[in-house]
């Protein structure tokens, strides 16, 4: 099927550009990027652009790609999160820039874009006009949820997300799948599912809306294909039988919707959130969050009356869709921050879909209406360079308190060691780039290798190794009256004891090469 013909007039000018850009999908990839750094400038050059554990963990999958060692098509540890593309992405800087914060941030972004540039594409091939076109990519790039987010490898959301976008292109795109369109949405589907299942909810009903359009013909070969590429995707996770399997007891939390949903809301929607739970919003980007929903929910009510039945019926499709997808909030005691990454989606989405419509109904202020949703996400944007996780602290450089870290444990030659913390636990791992290792404090670590190596070490005579941990991990020991005069603090935030008292040991609850401790690294 042809692509639809640009409607309306266009200048010269107009037409030489998209056809620059049209010119290969790289080039508006290549924008795409492009704004999205632009965008988040504030942020990438702040003083708490940061990477925590599980993006840590990417980057050695990224290594481990580059090294052809490991399997690395799910997140490690797991038998879920797809994140074989979240891989790709963090190796290729990788392989220019090194082990870092740069390649793992630019590693997502990268990825981040390209699901932006699907949705820019539709805007071209429509005829949009050129400053409508850049709008809706500003706005795209600069909605509030994914200003931090997006820089975030950690575990399939980004892949999610790409994997919906592409999705709703073939939707905006073809009033009518055909083949070609539902292989395309069928192994998108399939991504989506291995990747984060949740943003698939999404767009479920508008997908079972439009298999009324599938021929009796078409039916087993779109159906069978999608199964065969979700089976395929499905094949690595089964590839090493040990896994970690999170403890939950399986109960539904229902008063999540009042007590974090809707509580929470400004929140979760401005970004302003850790992996579950919320942090403070600037009123500066509470303002202009509510401003911009304020906007989306004026353009529904023209677009509506104006959008023929069909179109309307799809967009409500993917606001029930949407509305689905803030469910998977019951599921987590205290809430799921990361897991409402979906239904904010949907809402980008749903603002995708209304920009376009007001292009067709109201061409001359369609496009003031995308400057006017520009204008008040700008705060977001400049708020992002504040983001700080609330388990750190504001007075210091995030990234020079970690190199600060690893300096320190040179110039203690601790080459192997015991980490309190989880989280840092991974960060150390990525940032020493193979040079050193170290393992959690219990009886299982994500990665085995790493595990092994450190009590291997430990098993040697005269051995130097020691404790490395957190500045909340520090006061524990503080209050716990296990204090060492052995302990080295680095800016406030870490310690190390090297050669720890085999005393502190045992009473720490630490397993050591020959004992074993009930797993609960994770919990």
């Not at 998108?188 to 943003?199: H, I, M």
Request: charged letters at 10%.
């Amino acid at each position: 099927m042809q692509h639809p013909v640009m409607n309306g007039p266009t200048s010269g000018m107009k037409n030489a550009i998209f056809k620059f850009i049209g010119y290969s999908m790289f080039i508006e990839w290549l924008l795409a990027f492009t704004i999205v750094i632009l965008v988040r400038l504030p942020y990438l050059l702040g003083d708490h652009v940061f990477f925590d554990g599980d993006e840590a963990i990417i980057g050695i999958m990224a290594r481990d790609l580059l090294s052809l060692q490991g399997s690395p098509f799910y997140f490690y540890g797991q038998q879920y999160g797809f994140s074989l593309f979240e891989t790709l992405a963090a190796a290729l800087f990788t392989l220019f820039l090194g082990s870092g914060v740069i390649s793992l941030k630019l590693g997502g972004m990268l990825l981040f874009s390209l699901g932006i540039q699907r949705l820019m594409r539709v805007f071209r091939i429509k005829g949009a006009a050129l400053h409508s076109y850049l709008l809706i990519a500003l706005v795209m790039a600069m909605f509030p949820t994914w200003t931090v987010w997006a820089t975030m490898l950690r575990g399939g959301y980004i892949t999610a997300f790409v994997g919906l976008c592409i999705i709703i292109e073939q939707l905006l795109l073809y009033q009518v799948w055909h083949r070609k369109q539902w292989l395309i949405v069928g192994i998108c589907a399939a991504v989506v599912t291995v990747a984060q299942v949740f943003f698939l909810l999404v767009v479920i009903p508008v997908m079972m809306y439009r298999t009324s359009s599938i021929t009796r013909k078409d039916l087993v070969a779109v159906f069978g294909s999608g199964l065969v590429a979700l089976l395929l995707l499905r094949l690595p996770a089964y590839l090493n039988p040990d896994f970690w399997t999170p403890s939950g007891t399986g109960s539904l939390h229902f008063s999540n919707l009042i007590h974090h949903f809707v509580a929470d809301f400004w929140s979760y929607f401005s970004g302003s959130f850790l992996y579950d739970g919320p942090v403070e919003v600037p009123e500066a980007v509470l303002m202009g969050c509510m401003a911009f929903v304020a906007l989306i929910v004026l353009l529904l009510i023209p677009v509506l009356w104006k959008n023929p039945r069909t179109a309307n019926n799809e967009l409500l499709l993917l606001a029930t869709g949407t509305a689905m997808a803030a469910l998977p909030i019951i599921l987590f005691e205290h809430g799921g921050g990361r897991y409402l990454l979906g239904f904010f989606t949907g809402v980008l989405i749903i603002c995708v879909h209304l920009f376009r419509a007001s292009q067709l109904h109201f061409p001359r202020w369609g496009a003031v209406w995308g400057l006017l949703q520009v204008a008040v996400l700008v705060p977001s944007s400049i708020g992002a360079g504040n983001y700080v996780n609330s388990l750190l602290r504001r007075e210091l450089n995030d990234m020079e308190a970690l190199h600060q870290l690893t300096d320190a444990l040179q110039a203690e030659d601790m080459r192997h060691g015991i980490v309190t913390d989880w989280q840092l636990l991974w960060q150390l791992n990525y940032l020493m780039d193979e040079k050193a290792s170290f393992r959690s404090q219990f009886g299982r670590d994500r990665i085995d290798r790493y595990y092994n190596r450190v009590n291997q070490f430990m098993q040697q005579e005269d051995c130097s190794w020691g404790i490395v941990g957190s500045h909340w991990a520090l006061y524990n020991i503080d209050t716990a009256g296990v204090w060492a005069d052995s302990v080295i603090t680095v800016n406030g935030r870490f310690f190390l004891m090297p050669d720890p008292d085999s005393a502190f040991l045992l009473a720490g609850g630490f397993s050591m090469p020959d004992t074993s401790i009930a797993s609960g690294a994770f919990n």
